[in-house]
Every structure is written in structure tokens, then in C-alpha cells.
């Protein structure tokens, strides 16, 4: 009889184990399903439209700051915008507010950069950007976000932006003209009120993208 009852419980043992297993992965897949799942967008909404350059805002959800969108066509070929955004050093000749652009890891895929915003009457901002770059024919796609390196620590008087993501689309339109599209969402970390950022949210885009087609008659 008792080596019934230890037969009997260890089967049960088994089978729950086996029943926990066959769970384990659905409830793994779902907690990962939640991590990875985008935040909830809302449509886009045109706030300018200037100079060849429309400029469009969105709400995130559970994000404070608000999102831009730019969209440019740019009378030049693909292959000398691309050149522009690859000379790092230069950026601050014609992105909005960049005072300091360097490379931290020159990859044609993975690039890494640093740069310095400044910021009118409060600390400057700084930001690591990781890049991925994907190429299909007629178009380029960077992916940028910002991340943490140990070899690149906080600066003293600059205040670390804590999240920055976005894209630069390049589409060829034709043999001399080019679609841009920049879109990012930031935020600027410290105590900047983002009532107060989300005020100046379409200057960056603008003034980015007015520059880049300026710098490129340049060239």
C-alpha cells in the first residue's frame, strides 16, 4: 500500500510539472508580447506647412512629449543626401540647435554618434544615437534611438536626455530629387515642464530640414 501511495504521488508530481511546462512558454511569449508591444499612436496632424516643408504632430500614449513628423522633397539625388547625413562632424551646420556632433563608431549599418543640443536659458542636452541602417533599392531607412555607454559617462552642466527615438527616411523620386522624412520623439529629461517643450516641438523638425536642403546647395 505505501509503495502505491509513493507511486501514485510521484505520477501526480509529473503530471503537474508537465502541466506547468506546457503553460510556462504562452505565459513567457505573453510578457514578452507586453514589453515589445508599441505604444498607441494617434493620428498624425498637419501644423505647418512652409517653404516646401510640411511639418505634422502626434500624441503617444503615456508619453508627456509630443511626436513630429517632417517631410521635405529635396532637388537633389539620393546618393549626396545620403553623403550629408554620413558627415557627422558637419551636422551642426545644419541641424536645428546641434553644437556638437562626433562619432563614436563609424559602421555603415550600426553607427554610433554623440551630440550636444543647446537649450536656451536652461542646461544644454546631450544624447548617445545608435543608428541602424536599412537599404532597399530607391530608399534608405536609419532607425536611430538614444542609448547608455560607460565609455561615453554624463558631463558635468549637460543634462542627459533619458529616451530618443526616431527615423530618416531618403526616397529617390527621380534622377535629382528626393523625398526626406524625419521623425523623432524625445525627451528632453530634467524638470522642463512639456507643456513648455511640446511649445517649440516644430521648430526641430523645420529648421532641420530647412538647413539640410540649404547645406546641400552647398556641396
Known amino acids: 500500500m505505501k509503495m502505491k501511495m509513493m507511486y501514485y504521488c510521484r505520477l501526480t508530481a509529473f503530471a503537474t510539472a508537465l502541466a506547468l511546462l506546457a503553460l510556462a512558454p504562452n505565459g513567457v511569449r505573453s510578457e ?15 501644423k505647418k506647412d512652409k517653404d516646401g516643408i510640411k511639418v505634422f504632430i502626434r500624441n503617444v500614449e503615456g508619453i508627456d512629449f509630443k511626436e513630429f513628423l517632417g517631410v521635405i522633397v529635396i532637388d537633389e539625388p539620393l546618393e549626396k543626401v545620403e553623403a550629408l547625413m554620413n558627415d557627422v562632424p558637419n551636422q551642426v551646420n545644419w541641424m536645428c540647435d546641434m553644437i556638437e556632433s562626433r562619432v563614436i563608431k563609424s559602421d555603415p549599418v550600426n553607427p554610433i554618434q554623440y551630440n550636444v543640443i543647446t537649450a536656451p536659458m536652461v542646461s544644454n542636452r546631450d544624447v548617445i544615437i545608435q543608428t541602424r541602417v536599412v537599404r532597399s533599392p530607391g530608399k534608405i531607412v536609419r532607425y536611430f ?27 529617390r523620386i527621380g534622377a535629382k530629387q528626393t523625398r526626406v522624412t524625419y521623425q523623432n520623439l524625445a525627451d528632453p529629461g530634467g524638470s522642463l515642464p512639456s ?4 511649445m517649440t516641438v516644430l521648430k526641430q523638425p523645420f529648421v532641420t530640414l530647412k538647413g539640410m536642403r540649404e547645406q546641400l546647395k552647398k556641396r
Open 32 to 46: 514578452e508580447a507586453k514589453e515589445k508591444a508599441p505604444l498607441k499612436q494617434n493620428p498624425w496632424v498637419l
Open 145 to 171: 534611438k538614444g542609448i547608455t555607454l560607460d565609455s561615453v559617462p554624463p558631463r558635468k552642466g549637460i543634462v542627459r536626455m533619458p529616451k530618443m527615438t526616431g527615423l530618416w527616411t531618403f526616397e
Open 195 to 198: 507643456g513648455l517643450v511640446n
